[in-house]
């Protein structure tokens, strides 16, 4: 895996393209201008061509192969864990790498015995893997080999959340709330995402501690210049195929004076090509099929209360897209391309 001359085309490769953050990642490259997808791996369905596994992808004519070929560089959409093992040898050959599994997003390898079941196979890597949100995280994603891709609803959550932190203005009790599309559950069949049982329903789960909590706990410690804080998060499921929407709550402290709300928000990501700031509360699918977080903080005067409702794709935002726009950054390329499509609707 040579990268060591610069190419005007990078050969790029998918590690688990039959899922569907694997599949939106092909989607979206395929139409990036510096890219070429020149592998793609996937051991169930190793010897097939893309286009038999999803019809829609049928204009690549790749075919599937169970390890990745020759690449300039990766992205991993394997499964916890998973991810990890087949992410060191590529490093090793001095292929740059974002990692859409939750494997290199915390610091702390303890906790991945505790919120994911298994001892972490890469430990001297987690303070080297860069956090790969970059309306926070842009100069070290820029100089890093390996990128965490952050969760859909960190994403959504800690966008939302961010400005409020940075300004000191909240206390540290904060409420997330999330709902889903299904798709967020990944292309494994299971009883609980079957149509029958999701379908005209909505239902919390997760209420012991979703695994993306730790994660969304770090990173707001972050901004909270590493205050205590007090996380309570609850994801839904809803019966639609993508999109997140997230309300978060929390109450202003003494320090948020007569802030106004909708100017720090525009002014925190005024510079952001991903994040708008909206004058109504925004819909889940105002952001379908693009990379756009959509964010409308408010103000309850009665109870003092801020209330923030952020969202994004699932897919998009909340996975391949921001993918997309970590490697535009590691590789010094417009952060936007590949990315301006809009939204579909309806």
């Not at 990078?10 to 070429?36: D, K, M, Q």
């Not at 740059?96 to 702390?108: E, G, H, N, Q, T």
């Amino acid at each position: 895996m040579d990268v060591e001359h610069p190419r005007s085309t990078v050969r790029v490769g998918i590690v688990n393209v039959t899922g569907y953050a694997g599949a939106e990642l092909a989607r979206i490259l395929s139409r990036h201008p510096n890219v070429e997808i020149s592998s793609v791996s996937g051991r169930s369905a190793a010897g097939k061509k893309l286009g038999e596994v999803f019809p829609h992808l049928t204009h690549l004519d790749l075919s599937i192969t169970a390890e990745l070929g020759n690449v300039d560089f990766a992205f991993s959409a394997l499964p916890h864990k998973e991810s990890s093992v087949a992410i060191e040898p590529l490093l090793n050959a001095g292929v740059k790498v974002v990692d859409i599994s939750a494997d290199f997003r915390l610091k702390k390898a303890v906790l991945y015995q505790k919120w994911y079941n298994f001892s972490h196979p890469a430990p001297e890597l987690l303070d080297e893997a860069t956090y790969g949100l970059p309306e926070l995280y842009r100069k070290s994603i820029a100089k890093a080999r390996l990128v965490a891709n952050p969760g859909c609803y960190p994403t959504g959550a800690i966008l939302g959340l961010a400005p409020l932190l940075k300004a000191d203005i909240i206390d540290s009790r904060i409420i997330i709330d999330s709902k889903s599309g299904i798709s967020g559950a990944g292309r494994t069949l299971s009883m609980g995402t079957h149509y029958c049982e999701t379908n005209e329903d909505v239902s919390a789960y997760a209420l012991e501690g979703h695994r993306h909590l730790p994660e969304i706990e770090q990173e707001l410690a972050q901004l909270s210049r590493g205050a205590r804080l007090e996380v309570t998060f609850v994801p839904h499921l809803v019966p639609m195929t993508r999109g997140i929407l997230t309300t978060s709550y929390a109450s202003l402290n003494s320090h948020a004076g007569n802030v106004d709300i909708k100017a720090l928000f525009r002014d925190f990501y005024k510079e952001e090509p991903f994040v708008r700031i909206t004058d109504t509360p925004p819909h889940s699918k105002y952001t379908w099929s693009s990379n756009t977080c959509l964010i409308y903080p408010t103000v309850d005067e009665r109870t003092n209360r801020v209330i923030v409702i952020s969202t994004i794709d699932n897919l998009v935002k909340g996975a391949a897209g921001q993918a997309i726009q970590n490697m535009n950054i590691m590789l010094g390329l417009p952060e936007t391309t590949g990315l301006e499509a809009t939204a579909v609707y309806p």
